[in-house]
Structure formats: C-alpha cells, structure tokens
C-alpha cells in the first residue's frame, strides 16, 4: 500500500530550540495535514495544506507543502515543554477517495534530560 | 467549535461481554469515522459513515458493529472482543465524505481493554 515516509522517528529538544520534522512520499499527495497526539488522547489537527508550494502558520508553528506534492514538513519554532508528544503528517492521495488518509508513523517530541 | 466526542474515555471489557462506544459531534459534519490506535502506531481506519451510510468497511471482523443513528451520533457495538482488540479507539468527523478539502476532527478516543 501507500505509505508516507515520516522523519525523524524520534527527537529531544531543549527548551527554547527550534525543531523540524518531514514526510515524503514517492506518491503525488493532493492534501496534507499535520497533527499531535498526546498520551491517551486523540490527534489534534495543527495545520491543513491544499495547494503544492503552499506554506501555513499557526502560532510558532509552520508547514509547507512541497512543491513536488511528495513532500511536506513542520517547523516548531522556540518549542516549549508543552510541544512534547507525537506529531504524526497525514495525507490524501487523490480527491473522491473516501477516507483514503494516508498516516506518517509519527514523531515523538520528548524533552532532553 | 470543533469537538467530537467520546464516551467513555476508559471501558474494560471481558471477552464475553457486549459494549457500545459513542461519538458526538455538533459541527453539522456529514462524514464521520472509527479509527483504531495501537500503542505507538498511526490511526487505522475502520469504517467510514457518509451521510449517515456506511461508505468504507476496511475488512473490519463482525464482533466490531458500526452504527449512526443519526448525523450527530455514531456508535460502535462490541461483543465478542479478543485481548488483541485492546486499543484507542477515535472517532473522527469531516464536514463532507473526504474529497481533498476537508479537515478530519479527532475526538478523544476510548482506551479499551479486552481481558
């Protein structure tokens, strides 16, 4: 099947340090979105993209959708303890496909100790 | 406003009991989901409502048993689960069947245990 490539699988930040994440694919995507996930909690959505080359920010963070439509990252900028957790991209392949949102394997945000 | 609920938030359950998961939204979504969440995975789609029909049944085994009695509320019916059901359990909503341009709304899932 489809698959989305999310990198990295894991990373610690320090307090005040900015932090970038990504996802490819070899697959043309039509829509990306970037969400966290606490521990027990469901997927909050961040940042929705629909157009290639589009860049959005919500607060300090920011998301763009590459241009090859293969490709998107998430920047956090100054992260604070509260960005700890589990950002996962997600991504439609093609319009009309039902439910076909296609998940990164996430990337988990811990604090260096 | 952009919640989806869920109840309960915790539920244990033997593998002979009969339960029902619940989900709410009130956006006026007509699309909504059942997503399965192993620990340390990305959700899996279970089943997809649309219009208050199911649309998208992902090969999901029958002791799972959707159900949207209308296009604020889906439920999930669960009997004869197995300790390998054990799982967070989310529901999602969108405000139309996902064309491309919509936003998929998460709400806060049941953690599920099967003993």
């Known amino acids: 099947g489809q698959q989305l490539n999310q990198s990295p699988q894991s990373m610690f930040i320090q307090e005040g340090e900015d932090v970038s994440m990504n996802c490819t694919s070899s697959s043309i995507f039509n829509t990306w979105l970037w969400y966290k996930q606490d521990p027990g909690e469901g997927p909050v959505l961040l940042i929705a993209?629909?157009?290639?080359?589009e860049l959005t920010s919500n607060g300090r963070l920011t998301a763009q959708f590459g241009i090859t439509r293969k490709d998107s990252f998430l920047n956090i900028s100054a992260s604070i303890p509260s960005d700890v957790g589990i950002y996962f991209c997600?991504?439609?392949?093609?319009?009309?496909?039902?439910?076909?949102?296609?998940f990164g394997k996430g990337t988990k945000l811990s604090v260096k100790p | 406003d952009t919640e989806v609920t869920q109840t309960p938030k915790h539920l244990v359950m033997g593998m002979t009991n009969k339960k029902s998961l619940k989900c709410e939204q009130h956006m006026g979504h007509r699309a909504m989901y059942w997503y399965k969440q192993k620990a340390k995975k990305p959700p899996e789609l279970m089943f997809v409502y649309s219009y208050e029909k199911l649309s998208i049944n992902e090969s999901v085994p029958s002791r799972f048993s959707p159900e949207c009695p209308n296009s604020s509320l889906l439920n999930l019916h669960l009997h004869a689960l197995q300790p390998e059901d054990s799982a967070l359990y989310l529901c999602?909503?969108?405000?139309?069947?996902?064309?491309?341009?919509?936003?998929?709304?998460f709400g806060s899932g049941t953690q599920l245990s099967v003993l």
């Open positions: 997600a991504g439609q392949l093609s319009r009309g496909s039902q439910g076909n949102l296609i």
């Open positions: 993209l629909y157009k290639a080359g």
């Open positions: 999602a909503s969108s405000q139309d069947t996902w064309t491309g341009n919509e936003k998929l709304f």
